[in-house]
């Protein structure tokens, strides 16, 4: 059905696509490794500025006060790649240290302890996700916003007025405190968090259905994928990780408290998204989460080491949240670049 | 290429659907057969949309039957009509942006393992599922960039060429394609019509819904029409018969 003068004008167009097809793919895949290029840049540059930066122990710092926005992110990043958001996640953490807290006044087992956080992480997650489900809300935000005003209610009436509660079974406080091998002891609870959501995203079709939902939600259901329980499994798994957050730093602590996890929904958020998942859903992977963990970790270091003030750290974070979101748009702008480029290309 | 002596595929009998008022089909009905294509034509209105959309299992007919192989066909919801043998590609495509044609192809019926695992919890068999696709691509012909890149990132038509591929794969008794290539070029429109002809050649039975004639007299083996909702005629379509379907489809043929 092609005419003649179709072919003719394509020809010069179809090379000027191609010429711009390999900038536009150069600057999609730059996009892509963006933000580990903005993490090592970051620390070559902070290294030069404060020589005390890349001190083992100060490393080995830096990863154990990254350990708790890291292993909360993880989760986080699951239901953001769903188009979702968790917001609860903070006051989530508070009221689960603060049910371990409880839990040791009454017996000494570390595991009872532990499993009580974990579960008051899961069950707070579960809860959003079935009011969010079932309960048909237009949006994650509004439930995870309640229950996070519940748990912040609930974590400090429970603790009667403390802001906060000494003492941790030892093994907890090994966790959260301790080191091995030069590294911290949380390093390695993030990194098994890590591992086993890597199984279950990248091999599992559980994974893959998450991928879909966050892709298309209405489609996904039209193929039969249970949306539904693939979201309501996002948010119990948010929550675990908030109850194991939990864990983390009420080792570090030697304590829990009411007031813990503040702002931690937002820490999660910005590493999410500045590691460079999309906040459109669908899009982002679980090294995206753990390097933007580990930049907000690094930055909030950095800052410390030169004595800047924790509010122009609140600052820097904001910056870098819109910057980071700036770039999401501009991927997709790309992406619509490359398929206008393909079809040019199309003989 | 309608032999009367095959029995067809599908068969919609006196389908009667109302929304409130509106009264969208009047006592339709309709057979298709394999290695056949129909055309279904009709103005906007004319209920093309929601008697496809009664096939494929969105809607539910208020009267009448549908049949499959001459058995009632379990159209209660769009995954029982896939799993019934019928696959639609409508104009959205229903493709997933951010995954790869071959996650596209297999998504919500991943090859994985081990069997005994609900299937949420097996583990996909990447290999399997990257070469089937790649097998059938080749096979219809479908030239694509890259296998490993997510679609959002290929042209309309190529998009519009991976939901017709995958509607082929999985339909063991009917595709339906609804305008398939409205939002296409001249060039991207000829590589989908070459695939549809490829689908019939291969023994599918294909419903095509389009408004465009060119496409209609190159393409279709019959043409049904509808208008306000009634089947108003059913021919073989042909440059010469082209302006009486033009007539069936706006009304004017007194």
Same mark, same amino acid.
């Given at each position: 059905?092609?005419?003649?003068s179709?072919?003719?004008?394509?020809?010069?167009?179809?090379?000027?696509a191609?010429?711009?097809?390999?900038a536009?793919?150069?600057?999609?895949?730059?996009?892509?490794?963006?933000?580990?290029?903005i993490?090592i840049a970051?620390a070559?540059a902070?290294?030069?500025?404060t020589?005390?930066?890349?001190?083992?122990?100060n490393?080995s710092?830096?990863?154990?006060q990254?350990?708790v926005i890291?292993?909360?992110?993880?989760g986080?990043?699951?239901?953001?790649?769903?188009?979702g958001?968790?917001?609860s996640?903070g006051?989530?953490?508070a009221l689960?240290t603060?049910?371990?807290g #409880?839990?040791f006044?009454?017996?000494d087992?570390?595991?009872?302890?532990?499993l009580?956080?974990?579960?008051a992480?899961?069950v707070?997650?579960a809860?959003?996700g079935?009011?969010y489900?079932f309960?048909?809300?237009?949006?994650p935000?509004i439930?995870?916003?309640?229950?996070?005003?519940i748990c912040?209610?609930?974590a400090?009436?429970?603790?009667?007025?403390?802001?906060t509660?000494?003492g941790?079974?030892?093994?907890i406080t090994f966790?959260g405190?301790?080191s091995?091998f030069?590294?911290?002891n949380?390093?390695f $609870?993030v990194?098994g968090?890590a591992t086993?959501?890597l199984?279950?995203t990248?091999?599992m079709?559980w994974g893959?259905?998450?991928y879909?939902?966050?892709?298309?939600?209405e489609?996904a259901?039209?193929l039969?994928?249970?949306v539904k329980g693939?979201?309501l499994s996002?948010y119990?798994?948010?929550?675990?990780?908030?109850?194991?957050?939990?864990v983390?730093?009420?080792g570090r602590?030697?304590a829990?408290?009411?007031?813990?996890?503040? #702002?931690?929904e937002?820490d999660?958020i910005?590493a999410v998204?500045?590691g460079?998942?999309?906040f459109?859903?669908?899009?982002?992977?679980?090294?995206h989460?753990?390097i933007?963990a580990?930049m907000?970790?690094?930055?909030?270091?950095?800052l410390?080491l030169m004595n800047?003030?924790v509010?122009?750290?609140?600052?820097?974070?904001?910056?870098?949240i819109?910057?980071? $979101?700036?770039?999401?748009?501009l991927r997709?702008y790309?992406e619509?670049r490359?398929?206008?480029?393909?079809a040019?290309?199309?003989? | 290429?309608?032999?009367a002596a095959?029995?067809?595929v599908?068969?919609?009998r006196?389908?009667?659907?109302?929304?409130?008022?509106?009264?969208?089909?009047k006592? $339709?009905?309709?057979?298709?057969y394999r290695?056949e294509?129909?055309?279904?034509?009709g103005d906007?209105g004319?209920g093309k949309?929601?008697?496809?959309?009664?096939?494929?299992?969105v809607?539910?007919?208020d009267?009448?039957?549908?049949?499959?192989d001459g058995?009632a066909?379990?159209?209660?919801?769009p995954a029982?009509?896939r799993r019934?043998?019928?696959e639609? $590609?409508?104009?959205?495509l229903?493709?997933?942006?951010?995954?790869?044609p071959a996650?596209?192809?297999y998504?919500?019926?991943?090859?994985a393992?081990p069997?005994w695992?609900p299937r949420?919890?097996?583990f996909?068999?990447?290999?399997a599922?990257?070469r089937d696709?790649?097998?059938?691509?080749?096979r219809?012909?479908?030239?694509l960039?890259?296998?490993d890149?997510?679609?959002a990132l290929?042209?309309g038509?190529?998009?519009?060429?991976?939901?017709?591929?995958?509607?082929?794969?999985?339909?063991?008794?009917?595709?339906?394609?609804?305008e398939?290539?409205?939002?296409?070029?001249?060039?991207?429109?000829?590589?989908? #019509?070459?695939?549809?002809v490829?689908l019939r050649?291969?023994?599918?039975?294909?419903?095509?819904?389009?408004?465009?004639?060119e496409?209609?007299?190159?393409?279709?083996d019959?043409?049904?029409?509808?208008r306000?909702?009634?089947?108003?005629g059913?021919?073989r379509?042909?440059?010469a018969?082209?302006q009486e379907?033009v007539?069936?489809?706006v009304g004017a043929?007194g």
């Open positions: 059905m092609a005419n003649q179709d072919v003719a004008t394509a020809a010069p167009e179809g090379d000027r191609r010429g711009g097809g390999s536009v793919s150069l600057a999609l895949r730059l996009l892509g490794v963006g933000p580990l290029l993490l970051l070559v902070i290294s030069l500025l020589p005390n930066f890349l001190k083992p122990a490393l710092n830096i990863l154990a990254s350990a890291a292993v909360v992110a993880i986080q990043h699951l239901v953001i790649l769903t188009r958001i968790d917001l996640v006051a989530n953490l689960a603060v049910m371990g #409880l839990m006044r009454v017996t087992s570390p595991t009872l302890v532990i009580a956080m974990l579960a992480g899961t707070v997650g809860v959003n079935l009011f489900v309960g048909r809300l237009p949006h935000f439930i995870t916003l309640a229950t996070l005003s912040k209610g609930l400090l009436e429970l603790s009667i007025g403390h802001t509660m000494r941790m079974p030892d093994a966790i405190g301790a091995s030069g590294f911290p949380s390093f $609870v990194f968090v086993i959501v199984v279950l990248k091999t079709v893959r259905w998450i879909a939902v966050g892709g298309d939600p489609s259901r039209e039969g994928i249970p693939v979201l996002t119990m798994i948010s929550g675990l990780c908030a109850g194991i957050g939990a983390v730093l009420s602590t030697g829990s408290s009411p007031l813990y996890g503040n #702002l931690l937002l999660t910005a998204i500045i460079g998942a999309s459109l859903g669908g899009r982002g992977n679980l090294g989460a753990l933007g580990l907000i970790g690094v930055i909030r270091n950095a410390n800047v003030n509010f122009f750290q609140m600052i820097a974070i904001g910056v870098i819109v910057a980071a $979101v700036e770039a999401d748009v997709n790309l619509k490359a398929r206008t480029i393909q040019a290309k199309t003989q | 290429m309608t032999a095959t029995p067809p599908l068969t919609v006196n389908a009667q659907k109302r929304f409130g008022a509106v009264h969208a089909l006592n $339709v009905s309709l057979e298709a290695g294509v129909l055309a279904l034509l906007n004319a949309s929601t008697l496809v959309k009664c096939i494929s299992g809607h539910a007919l009267e009448g039957e549908i049949l499959l058995e066909a379990p159209v209660h919801s029982a009509a019934a043998g019928i639609t $590609v409508y104009q959205d229903a493709l997933f942006d951010n995954l790869t996650e596209n192809f998504c919500g019926r991943e090859i393992w069997r695992l949420g919890l097996r996909l068999d990447r290999r599922m990257n696709t790649a097998a059938v691509l080749e219809l012909r479908v030239k960039p890259k296998l890149a997510p679609v290929m042209s038509g190529q998009r519009q060429a991976i939901a017709v591929a995958r509607a082929t794969v999985f339909a063991r008794k009917l595709v339906i394609l609804d398939p290539t409205a939002a296409l070029g001249l060039r991207e429109s000829r590589k989908v #019509l070459d695939l549809i490829q050649a291969e023994g599918n039975a294909v419903i095509v819904i389009t408004h465009n004639m496409q209609v007299v190159e393409l279709a019959r043409a049904v029409v509808l306000q909702g009634r089947k108003v059913e021919l379509p042909s440059r018969s082209q379907l007539s069936m489809i043929e």
